[in-house]
């Protein structure tokens, strides 16, 4: 009986266990954060950027709403044409500057480390539209 309920307690703390782990693997903010620049590779302005712009701004900045206009077909052009971007000095750029994690403005949304680490890259690179 006494065996029994020692067994039955090593269960249980190994379901919690069990249980801790894979919440705290869900949550990880290493998960939720895709990848950063890595190696010497160009970023891709429609490849990298844009997906950014498409999975957490849109809801906001899409055609017809809060300017600037991030939809994928006109967020190059409006980027550029609202002088977000400033290849001689990159990291004052709004585009970065103002959305980046240690930002104090714009506290509708902001970057996450990666994604502010590409949009900086990409802006030294020359903000191309690639
Ligand atoms: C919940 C709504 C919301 C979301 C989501 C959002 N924004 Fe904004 N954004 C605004 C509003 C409202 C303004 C205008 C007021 C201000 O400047 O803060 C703005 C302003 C901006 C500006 C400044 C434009 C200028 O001319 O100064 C930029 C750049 C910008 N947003 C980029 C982004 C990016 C990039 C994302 C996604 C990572 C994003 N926003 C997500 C609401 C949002």
Redesign the pocket.
């Known amino acids: 009986m006494r065996k029994s309920l020692i067994i039955l307690a090593i269960l249980l703390c190994g379901a919690v266990f069990f249980t801790a782990c894979e919440y705290e693997f869900i949550v990880h903010p290493d998960t939720t954060d895709p990848e950063g620049p890595g190696g010497d590779d160009p970023i891709s302005f429609s490849q990298q950027i844009v997906p950014?712009?498409t999975s957490?701004?849109l809801?906001?900045?899409d055609t017809g709403d809060?300017?600037?206009d991030?939809s994928a077909a006109n967020a190059y052009s409006s980027i550029t044409s609202?002088n977000?971007v400033n290849t001689t000095n990159p990291e004052s750029s709004?585009?970065y500057d103002?959305?980046k994690p240690s930002t104090s403005?714009?506290?509708?949304?902001?970057?996450t480390n990666n994604?502010a680490a590409l949009v900086l890259k990409w802006i030294e690179e020359g903000a191309k539209n690639n």
């Open positions: 950014i712009f957490r701004c809801n906001c900045h809060t300017s600037p991030l609202d977000l709004i585009l103002y959305i403005g714009h506290s509708w949304r902001k970057y994604q």
